[in-house]
């Protein structure tokens, strides 16, 4: 089943959303959900813009995005139905809330006559309901004022909802009691709307049947799983980094949509060694990072395409100081502020290259929410055996989407543990014994990482050229071009594990290939395409810099290789390049994730063209 919650941005929806989302969790159905609300903290009420969304799916089987369209959507108001029907398919289930379909709500959007009453919705099953009228009905005992009992009319919707797909309740509940803890009044206020919208659903005549998804008992392997955002398993995988590096974690930050929920949480945890600076900008809150760094913590900076411009020059210092660094970005729509609340995959080539000189950094993306904690761990996991910063590429999409997670045993994770330098490393001509800055693990071609105050270790930084292994300022051509190579060299030589090829038959002649969020949407088209017969494979990118070795080989195995993007092509264009391969790009960049029946179509065109 797919439901969308539709109101203003202020009528609650995003937390509705969530709380029907943690019951169906707690239930035991696979789901994914889509929130999409508005960049303004309140936009115009009542107008097309204002609209705030939240989409869910779930199942009794494995799935793999939010939906391509509701099955039933809830609309607060006239702006809500007319900016989401036409996602809603003919047949589909619609709870209007009768009571704003008034002459003035409906002339903001458009409406000359009531769609209740025109006969556009006839192709729909309408579901006329008075959500305020009954909510303030529900609500007279308490002495609310009108508007105060109005703010309850979510929760009324959401116990409708519940009724209707017997979703559990004492969460809620609870849950409300303790969001208004502190104002007993209106947390009862908001319980008593919930039964309310409950016993209307069980007793009202225009709601004769009830669904009942069953959990999804065979969609996950045995474990502990718990409701899961990408943020939020961002945060916990830094934390788990932090734990099995056995360093403190630093996080130096400037609030950003849609990063900031990574400094809200990380601010939390202080008692598993996470310090957390809010900087005045985003080029302190960097420059903190790496001064963290340096200090020997495990340095982290989060922010989303607009302060990744801002950082490029620190980011390039990270690089010549070859010290580790995770810079997390949560891609957002673009150019400049672009759509601060809307997903897009468009900072892949701004990663890749968007600093001065020749400045690589290795790059890591998630390809779920869940995914989100792994690709923390694997960044660091980089950044501390290669001492340099890496880029982990999210989005909006994965960053306010959320999923079922399995949470892991300590066992499971990967140990992270550094030596710091403690002593001489280098003997020269003449048997004294010192400390090169910039000797050279031979493996990893990774300096060594000596702590500030370690006696006898003092040695020089800043962003001026190094000469190798001294680290002494150097402006010798030769030294600049060998240190320009063994940088680059550091980075090619990253070791990343081969990409998986799924093509169940072996003999496709079509390779679908993604990176990121693209994930789900594509493993959900290729089972259509798989389901009507047709042959394809699919590979999903999670190392974007250095490419996995096997690449090249996997791209020479297929006629066609088509890579969806929610950019104008960046990936192809890096492919194009590095393996001389005539990729298709299939894109967008509407702010919002692709659906699958639109991926299977175009994997389906390609297949017989």
């Known amino acids: 089943m797919i439901i969308r919650f539709a109101g203003d941005s202020g009528d609650g929806m995003q937390l509705t959303g969530d709380r029907f989302t943690s019951e169906t969790a707690s239930f035991g159905n696979d789901l994914s959900t889509l929130p999409n609300f508005p960049a303004e903290i309140r936009a115009p009420a009542g107008t097309l813009p204002g609209v705030s969304s939240f989409q869910l799916h779930f199942a009794d089987h494995d799935i793999l995005t939010p939906g391509d369209a509701p099955n039933v ?3 607060m108001n006239p702006a809500a139905l007319k900016a989401n029907l036409p996602d809603v398919p003919r047949g589909a289930e619609i709870i209007v809330n009768t009571d704003e379909f008034t002459k003035r709500p409906m002339a903001k959007v458009g409406y000359d006559q009531s769609p209740l009453e025109d006969g556009s919705l006839d192709g729909y099953h309408v579901h006329p309901v008075p959500l305020t009228t009954l909510t303030i009905e529900a609500l007279k005992e308490f002495g609310l ?12 919707a959401l116990g409708l909802l519940s009724w209707m797909y017997h979703r559990p309740t004492e969460g809620t509940e609870k849950f409300l009691r303790q969001k208004f803890a502190k104002k007993p009044q209106i947390a009862e206020a908001n319980v008593t709307a919930f039964r309310a919208g409950w016993n209307f659903g069980e007793t009202t005549e225009d709601f004769a049947v009830s669904y009942e998804v069953a959990p999804a008992t065979t969609a996950f392997p045995t474990g502990t799983y718990r409701n899961i955002s990408g943020n939020l398993a961002l945060s916990y995988g830094l934390i788990a980094a932090s734990r099995q590096a056995d360093l403190p974690l630093f996080l130096g930050s400037y609030p950003i949509t849609p990063a900031s929920d990574i400094l809200h949480e990380l601010s939390k945890h202080k008692n598993f060694g996470v310090r957390s600076f809010q900087a005045e900008d985003e ?21 989303s395409g607009p302060g990744v411009a801002l950082k490029s020059e620190t980011i390039g210092l990270a690089v010549s100081l070859e010290l580790p660094l995770l810079v997390i970005d949560i891609q957002r729509g673009g150019p400049s502020t672009g759509l601060p609340t809307k997903t897009e995959q468009a900072d892949l080539l701004q990663a890749m290259y968007g600093r001065n000189g020749e400045a690589p950094v290795p790059i890591v993306a998630p390809k779920t929410p869940a995914d989100c904690f792994d690709a923390a761990l694997e960044a660091a996991r980089i950044a501390l055996t290669y001492r340099t910063p890496v880029f982990l590429l999210s989005d909006g999409y994965l960053a306010n989407g959320s999923e079922p997670w399995r949470v892991p045993d300590v066992d ?10 403690t002593g001489p490393n280098h003997v020269l001509a003449d048997g004294t014994e010192v400390f090169w800055p910039y000797k050279r693990d031979p493996k990893t071609l990774a300096r060594p990482w000596a702590v500030p105050g370690t006696p006898g270790l003092e040695h020089r930084i800043g962003g001026i050229e190094k000469q190798d292994g001294t680290g002494n300022i150097s402006y010798d051509p030769a030294n600049h071009d060998h240190m320009v190579r063994i940088r680059q060299a550091k980075v090619d030589g990253i070791a990343v594990p081969d990409i998986e090829v799924d093509d169940p038959t072996g003999d496709a002649r079509t390779l679908v290939l993604g990176w990121g969020s693209t994930y789900g949407p594509i493993t959900a088209a290729v089972r259509r395409v798989r389901t009507a017969g047709d042959r394809i494979a699919q590979a999903h990118l999670r190392h974007l810099n250095p490419f996995p070795a096997n690449l090249g080989k996997v791209l020479e195995g297929y006629e066609k290789v088509v890579v969806p993007e929610m950019n104008l092509g960046q990936l192809v264009t890096l492919l194009r390049a590095r ?23 175009a994997l389906k065109e390609a297949i017989d063209d």
Do not use: C, H, W
Request: proline share 3%; glycine share 8%.
């Open 73 to 75: 959507l809830v609309a």
């Open 283 to 303: 080029i302190a809150g960097i420059g903190a990072a790496l001064g963290a760094a340096f200090g020997g913590s495990l340095a982290v900076t989060t922010t």
């Open 145 to 156: 004022s009108r508007k105060e009992a109005e703010r309850s009319k979510n929760m009324f």
């Open 579 to 601: 393996y001389l391969v005539d990729a298709r790009s299939f894109t967008q960049v509407r702010g919002l994730p692709f659906k699958a029946e639109q991926l299977a179509t």
């Open 412 to 421: 499971e994770l990967p140990d992270l543990r550094v030596r710091f330098a």
